[in-house]
T-cell receptor, first 116, second 111 residues
Framework: SAVISQKPSRDICQRGTSLTIQCQVDSQVTMMFWYRQQPGQSLTLIATANQGSEATYESGFVIDKFPISRPNLTFSTLTVSNMSPEDSSIYLC?????????????FGPGTRLTVL | RKEVEQDPGPFNVPEGATVAFNCTYSNSASQSFFWYRQDCRKEPKLLMSVYSSGNEDGRFTAQLNRASQYISLLIRDSKLSDSATYLCVVNTLYNFNKFYFGSGTKLNVKP
């Protein structure tokens, strides 16, 4: 499977600030996604990170709140803007379309965010 | 209606038991099916893909029933290390390769 790293692994932030999470993959992948997982719940897709163009957001998520970049086929960032305690969650990036596993998604280790 | 539905459990079973989970999906156009395993405070990890003919990997067997729109996971000879949450995942190619995740079934294997 792909080796996926995320930075930071965890952070505690103050209300009103922003945090940028980085996702790095060890090989080129077709698709990159950002998910949120709140305590005790399953994964919710925030957006698909598109290389060279604007991300595709799911219902309930907007670019102003969750700006995403994907400058190349191995790297993406998600920013959580103007944070509130409701944004406390685990944020996960995932990748799909790696050679030999074109249809499967693999997840990074996640970023555990706590907003005070 | 949710795209993917699972019994949240928990399923509490003794070591050595056989346990089965089912998952139903609502979109008949769904193309690919997976089971993921998620340990507490960890990311989901792919356990196995589910093929139309069914597939087996050691103690784990996955089945797909397209007519009834459900998939199943059977775990034989349960180990303590099998304790985790099992996520059913469905992929529909018509919508940019979007994956739909079930809420997960929690399994506790006890000594």
């Amino acid at each position: 499977s792909a080796v996926i790293s995320q930075k930071p692994s965890r952070d505690i932030c103050q209300r009103g600030t922003s945090l940028t999470i980085q996702c790095q993959v060890d090989s080129q992948v077709t698709m990159m996604f950002w998910y949120r997982q709140q305590p005790g719940q399953s994964l919710t897709l925030i957006a698909t990170a598109n290389q060279g163009s604007e991300a595709t957001y799911e219902s309930g998520f907007v670019i102003d709140k969750f700006p995403i970049s994907r400058p190349n086929l191995t790297f993406s960032t998600l920013t959580v803007s103007n944070m509130s305690p409701e944004d406390s969650s685990i944020y996960l990036c995932s990748v799909q379309g790696r050679a030999g596993a074109s249809n499967e998604q693999f997840f990074g280790p996640g970023t555990r965010l706590t907003v005070l | 209606r949710k795209e993917v539905e699972q019994d949240p459990g928990p399923f509490n079973v003794p070591e050595g038991a056989t346990v089965a989970f089912n998952c139903t999906y609502s979109n008949s156009a769904s193309q690919s099916f997976f089971w993921y395993r998620q340990d507490c405070r960890k990311e989901p990890k792919l356990l196995m893909s589910v093929y139309s003919s069914g597939n087996e990997d050691g103690r784990f067997t996955a089945q797909l029933n397209r007519a009834s729109q459900y998939i199943s996971l059977l775990i034989r000879d349960s180990k303590l290390s099998d304790s985790a949450t099992y996520l059913c995942v469905v992929n529909t190619l018509y919508n940019f390769n979007k994956f739909y995740f079930g809420s997960g079934t929690k399994l506790n294997v006890k000594p």
